[in-house]
């Protein structure tokens, strides 16, 4: 166990729908790191959060967007979710920044039907 | 942009033997790291080894350790006394040691059978 949450596990949505994956990080971490991994992409970075601050962008697309909370949780929220979204959605947690190793969470599996 | 690169889509080991995973990588930049996570089939990301491209000494956890050649741009993990529980997707990632540099890059992983 990582010490990362995420819920939920699994979420199972239509096009055109809108949802939100929550992350909570490791005690004491103020850094957090969105991922995807689908199929054909592989495991890909989305955005970086530190102390509620945005600090880098992947390939996130202009429909995902996300925040880090005062209580450092952040969420992904995805809207007009399409067929090929379906994927396994991380979270990682680091002390800090970019010295530091970043830990995973147990990942939300969306599928779009 | 940095890119990794595993050649080995599939790799199999009999129980308690010693199998070799490749990875390479490409970056202009010296200050960087390099690690190694593993994805059992329960899909959890786990943290295997991790290695500081400063460091000459391979990185070395329990059974798993490195040959990281910084010339060669080779980071190799090597697993001795392989158990059924190393079976798992094993990837390898590279980051920027610069205080840009926040994100992991992975490559495509190496699905790894062992074998009783």
């Known amino acids: 166990d990582s010490g990362v949450t995420q819920t939920p596990k699994h979420l199972i949505t239509a096009t055109g729908q809108r949802v939100t994956l929550r992350c909570s990080p490791r005690?004491?971490?103020?850094?957090v790191y969105w991922y995807q991994q689908s199929l054909d992409q592989g495991l890909q970075f989305l955005i970086h959060y530190y102390n509620g601050e945005e600090r880098a962008k992947g390939n996130i697309l202009e429909r995902f967007s996300a925040q880090q909370f005062p209580d450092l949780h952040s969420e992904l929220n995805l809207s007009s979710l399409e067929l090929g979204d379906s994927a396994l959605y991380f979270c990682a947690s680091s002390v800090a920044g970019y010295r530091d190793t970043q830990y995973f969470g147990p990942g939300t599996r969306l599928t779009v039907l | 942009a940095q890119t990794v690169t595993q050649s080995q889509p599939e790799m199999s080991v009999q129980e308690a033997e010693t199998v070799t995973l490749s990875c390479t990588y490409d970056?202009?930049?010296?200050?960087?790291?390099l690690f190694w996570y593993k994805q059992p089939p329960s899909r959890q990301m786990i943290l295997v080894i991790r290695q500081e491209a400063y460091k000459q000494q391979n990185a070395t956890e329990n059974r798993f350790s490195v040959n990281f050649q910084k010339a060669a741009k080779s980071f190799s993990l090597k697993i001795s006394d392989s158990q059924l529980g190393d079976a798992a997707m094993y990837f390898c990632a590279y980051r920027s040691g610069e205080t840009s540099g926040s994100r992991l890059t992975f490559g495509e992983g190496t699905q790894l059978t062992v074998n009783p």
């Open positions: 005690s004491g971490d103020l850094s």
């Open positions: 970056t202009s930049e010296s200050d960087y790291y």
